[in-house]
């Protein structure tokens, strides 16, 4: 049960603020802790955030180089765009676009359907989005090394279970699917809410079954005293990264993550061709706007947590890490690596987005259940033999 | 006589799905490096194919003689009615005088032009021909209906390998028959 304590000393902020304030009285330096909390939390957010809307743009870029098309790169600010070489920059590469498509959200009026349920209609959007944000306070984004010579984890909150809580909220997005699906009180709506709720409760568990291995992995090192922390799985792929020995786990993480996150070709609750726009028929303006950046906000915790597990984490290569000696710099390097795996991971989504077609539903069905979740505990079995002997 | 068709059952390599998606990515990766189609129409103009129907215009010949004769087979088969020839008489002292007619005046209503192509078919002349324009725009919808004098200005010059009319012409100063 010990590890399911939080254990507060463990808080990197909280080790930050005493070094800062040492002579601050007790009630100042709480003050301070508070303060650096949400200052911490602000920049999270606006990382998450601004991956979420470069997502948006490299996936208009990105289908358009892959259908032979230039994708947007018209759009312009009237004055940003005389900036001498920067401008032209923005425009052609579509940049501009992201605000355009930010402010045409904000401006479209925003009705309420006369048919909805309107308490659950309204909290739907902002129940897709926020579990996002919550999730991302415990994502490591890099390492840096205090004092006394000991590494800590760059993220707002450094728990002993927060593998299990990044799940535990990440899944709670489908909730905003659901809500929005229900309350929508019409028919394709409805039937997108219901997708997405079969489709979590399928891939779920072959993703939870999939972490497990890696957790035992980490676990079976003799001092790590928390497996189920972020961090110290991140820690733990040093040496080989956890794709390399755990490869059938990763493939199963990775497709039940692209079902979780509802991409392409599990776009199950938006499947426009068959429902319209799934759960979010009903919605317009900047409500649909929070519903779109919640998807993309779930691809970039999704694929940080992928990161985090089995793609080594802020570490370059396999069996290569950032040294202690270099200090900031190094974890300076750490954070731009995890940044540039998310990236590279946000690519692939799209990348896989236009190139496959949608299954259909009772595929979906029949892959998570016949498939994926024999898959994974025959993986997990074979694990657990494997260290037994 | 029918062929019968042998479908094999799929591998179990190729009913896990992923080689057939690795081998979709590879080539959805390349096609990323491949160059682009799209034509950035504003900035680039389109080539346009031989024989392309773009606005009717009119024409004159090589001696810049209208061409037209005012005949009106073109308003007649206009199908979408878009325009309108008024007919007139060419003064006597005029070198073209035997000729008889040219237009008065000749309207052509673009909003209502479908670019059919009919008035070219049908003018015995090929006075009116279809050129390359094809943006067409303006203002008002009145800025939309090109009077004579717009038409020939659009239009220009397209030389006549037989010229029926100078035929006419020398053999009636000759004193010949047709």
């Known amino acids: ?389 | 006589m029918a062929i019968v068709v042998e479908r094999k059952s799929p591998t179990l390599l190729e009913r896990t799905y992923l080689p057939q998606i690795v081998s979709g990515l590879f080539i959805t990766f390349k096609n990323i490096f491949k160059p682009r189609v799209t034509l950035q129409y504003p900035d680039q103009p389109p080539v346009l194919p031989k024989g392309y129907r773009g606005a009717p215009t009119l024409v004159r010949d090589s001696e810049g003689r209208e061409k037209c004769v005012s005949c009106q087979l073109c308003e007649f088969v206009c199908p979408s009615k878009a325009i309108r020839v008024t007919p007139g008489e060419i003064s006597p002292d005029s070198p073209y005088a035997y000729i008889e007619k040219a237009p008065k005046e000749f309207k052509i209503d673009m909003s209502r032009c479908i670019f059919c192509g009919m008035c070219e078919e049908a003018c015995p002349e090929k006075a009116i021909v279809l050129q390359n324009e094809f943006s067409i725009n303006a203002a008002t919808r009145a800025g939309l209906v090109r009077n004579k004098q717009a038409l020939y200005a659009a239009g220009g010059v397209m030389p006549d390998r037989i010229k029926k009319w100078k035929k006419v012409k020398d053999n009636s100063e000759f004193g010949r028959k047709h």
Request: glycine fraction near 8%; proline fraction near 5%; aromatic fraction near 14%.
């Open chain 1, 1 to 389: 049960m010990d590890a399911f304590i939080l254990n507060f000393s463990n808080f990197a902020i909280l080790a930050d603020a005493a070094e800062v304030a040492p002579a601050c009285p007790t009630a100042c330096e709480f003050a301070l802790n508070i303060l650096l909390k949400v200052v911490f939390s602000l920049v999270c957010v606006v990382v998450v955030m601004s991956f979420a809307g470069l997502s948006v743009v490299a996936e208009r870029k990105v289908c358009a180089y892959i259908q032979g098309r230039y994708g947007p790169n018209r759009t312009a600010i009237p004055i940003v765009v005389a900036i001498p070489i920067l401008g032209n920059f923005l425009k052609k590469n579509g940049l501009m676009q992201l605000v355009a498509d930010g402010l045409k959200f904000l401006l479209k009026e925003d009705p309420l359907p006369a048919h909805v349920n309107k308490f659950w209609y309204m909290i739907a959007p902002v129940m897709a989005l926020s579990p996002v944000l919550i999730a991302a306070c415990v994502i490591p984004f890099g390492v840096y090394w205090t004092d006394g010579g000991v590494m800590a984890p760059l993220a707002v909150a450094n728990f002993d279970v927060s593998l299990l809580f990044a799940l535990a909220i990440g899944a709670l997005g489908v909730y905003g699917a659901i809500m929005a699906g229900w309350s929508s009180n019409s028919k394709f709506p409805y039937m997108g809410g219901m997708r997405a709720s079969a489709q979590v409760i399928s891939y779920e568990l072959a993703m939870g079954l999939s972490v497990l291995s890696v957790v035992l992995m980490v676990g079976t090192n003799a001092n790590v005293d928390s497996p189920l922390s972020m961090f110290e799985i991140g820690k733990a792929q040093s040496g080989l990264w956890f794709c390399i020995t755990q490869p059938v786990a990763a493939l199963i993480f990775l497709i039940a993550l692209f079902a979780e996150t509802n991409r392409l070709p599990f776009d199950m609750a938006e499947s426009e061709t068959d429902l319209v726009s799934g759960f979010h028929t009903e919605y317009g303006s900047f409500k649909f706007g929070l519903f779109f950046v919640g998807e993309y906000g779930h691809m970039v915790v999704g694929s940080s947590l992928f990161i985090t597990l089995f793609l080594g984490a802020w570490n370059p290569f396999p069996g290569f890490v950032w040294p202690e000696s270099w200090g900031w710099i190094s974890s300076a390097l750490s954070l731009l690596t995890f940044l540039v795996k998310i990236a590279a991971m946000l690519f692939f989504f799209i990348w896989v987005r236009w190139t496959l077609p949608r299954f259909r539903y009772d595929q979906v069905m029949r892959i998570g259940w016949k498939a994926m979740v024999p898959l994974a505990l025959l993986n997990f079995v074979a694990y657990l033999v494997f260290v037994s002997i």
